[in-house]
């Protein structure tokens, strides 16, 4: 028998997403993030750069602000209106204390229950290697959590003002391939579409299909391969990290 998936945790009131690029929460958990704002949740995104280096066509100084605008359209699509960069550099954000560093600050000042980010592993199922940004970005997430709650660790943080927090209960990681536990897709999901084709300037250059159409049938597969663990119910799976 095929083991089920948990439901994610529900008694929190607090959440801060962080990954390295534009489009990464929108390919990895948008119907979930607005589920969550539907409640009433607060929802935080956190981005190590601003995807300056994603398309081929663009140059770094004129990509980065576009790209920019666009995660903003993105976020508000699904509820969420505080959207923050890191501008650690698209392609070569490097695992390490400075990362780790900006990312506990943020935990300090937004106060999370939840933190989210994406994918930490070498490869995506195995099969597919994974970008250097992700594997940066996702390990020093999920060290940060830590840190963030140790006074001794970056003590400058407490000079600036930014008291510990060790308040972070939960660690989830989007598109993992050990998935724990799962968020029903489908309130979201129309929201997720739009979010994910607010980014539409990557996606003309990702794929000559139409691009609503792209990101209908990407987020249709990806939710639905989870309904069979999740009692026939599309959704967004997550491997939780319990603190």
Do not use: K
């Not at 660690?171 to 309130?187: E, I």
């Not at 607010?198 to 003309?204: C, N």
């Amino acid at each position: 028998m095929t083991q089920q998936l948990e439901p994610m945790p529900t008694d929190w009131r607090r959440a801060l997403a962080v990954v390295a690029h534009p489009d990464d929460l929108e390919y990895g958990c948008a119907a979930a993030v607005a589920g969550w704002t539907d409640e009433g949740r607060e929802v935080t995104y956190l981005l190590a750069s601003r995807g300056e280096a994603g398309i081929d066509t663009i140059a770094p100084d004129e990509c980065a602000p576009l790209r920019e605008q666009e995660q903003r359209e993105s976020a508000a699509a699904v509820g969420v209106s505080a959207v923050e960069f890191l501008d650690h550099r698209d392609g070569v954000i490097e695992y390490g204390a400075a990362l780790r560093r900006d990312i506990a600050a943020a935990v300090r000042r937004h106060r999370p229950e939840l933190l989210i980010t994406l994918n930490h592993r070498d490869t995506w199922g195995g099969v597919a290697w994974n970008t250097p940004d992700h594997r940066a970005v996702g390990r020093a997430t999920l060290d940060a959590a830590g840190d963030a709650g140790n006074r001794w660790i970056f003590p400058e943080l407490g000079e600036q003002g930014l008291a510990p927090w060790d308040g972070v209960r939960w660690v989830a990681v989007a598109g993992t391939d050990r998935p724990t536990h799962a968020v029903d897709a489908t309130p979201g999901f129309e929201r997720s579409v739009r979010s994910l084709l607010a980014h539409r300037t990557y996606i003309e250059v990702l794929t000559d299909e139409d691009p609503e159409a792209y990101c209908r049938t990407f987020l249709t597969s990806t939710t639905g391969a989870a309904a069979e663990r999740f009692g026939g119910r599309p959704a967004v799976t997550f491997e939780v990290f319990p603190r």
